[in-house]
Antibody, heavy 121, light 109 residues
């Protein structure tokens, strides 16, 4: 059964770069049937799509975050990663990685458990 | 950019009653609409995709309808485990993008 697991620092200083990795287990990240995405949720608020990547490396970003976001994939490690630069307190959130599958019309059918990232000095 | 608007923000329902949640898109999304359920401290769970297809393992009391700009999630008879926050989400084919609604909280009346 496919599982996703986020990892990375739980505390990031303002103006620095947030870096997270999502490890895919129980299946291959190198499939033409999936996009791999990052979604975040500030405390007490709703979900916000950050961006997605295809196994080929093609990336798609939320326009509101595009200038600060980089998503990359490492097929040899079955991982994909998120970098968000110049963070502020507004970037404090639970960050989820998720899979969007063609079999569910590209809805996010499998999610990681999420990791809380706090931006604070 | 497509904006998804959910209503109401909070829905108070008694166990066993029907709940009807609405989601409106600022422009047509065809049937590229999904619904998710999220409970406190948990990741969202996919309920419905393609506007009306239940995801694997989702009980039949959950149903989705609509196309274009107006969508509905109906829970036919609310069970205790259904009290949660529900999000709609659209998927745009090209360039690929995903947008979530702001959520509807279903609470016990």
């Amino acid at each position: 059964q496919l599982q996703l697991q986020e990892s990375g620092p739980g505390l990031v200083k303002p103006s620095e770069t947030l870096s997270l990795t999502c490890t895919v287990s129980g299946g291959s990240i190198s499939s033409s049937s999936y996009y791999w995405g990052w979604i975040r949720q500030p405390p007490g608020k709703g979900l916000e799509w950050i961006g997605s990547i295809y196994y080929s490396g093609s990336t798609y970003y939320n326009p509101s975050l595009k200038s600060r976001v980089t998503i990359s994939v490492d097929t040899s490690k079955n991982q994909f990663s998120l970098k968000l630069s110049s963070v502020t307190a507004a970037d404090t959130a639970v960050y989820y990685c998720a899979r969007a599958s063609s079999s569910t019309q590209d809805a996010f059918d499998i999610w990681g458990q999420g990791t809380m990232v706090t931006v604070s000095s | 950019e497509i904006v998804m608007t959910q209503s109401p923000a909070t829905l108070s329902v008694s166990p066993g009653e029907r709940a009807t949640l609405s989601c409106r898109a600022s422009q047509s999304v065809s049937s590229n609409l999904a619904w998710y359920q999220q409970k406190p401290g948990q990741a969202p769970r996919l309920l419905i995709y393609g506007a009306s297809t239940r995801a694997t393992g989702i009980p039949a009391r959950f149903s989705g309808s609509g196309s274009g700009t107006e969508f509905t999630l109906t829970i036919s008879s609310l069970q205790s485990e259904d009290f949660a926050v529900y999000y709609c989400q659209q998927y745009n084919n090209w360039p690929p993008s995903w947008t979530f609604g702001q959520g509807t909280k279903v609470e016990i009346k």
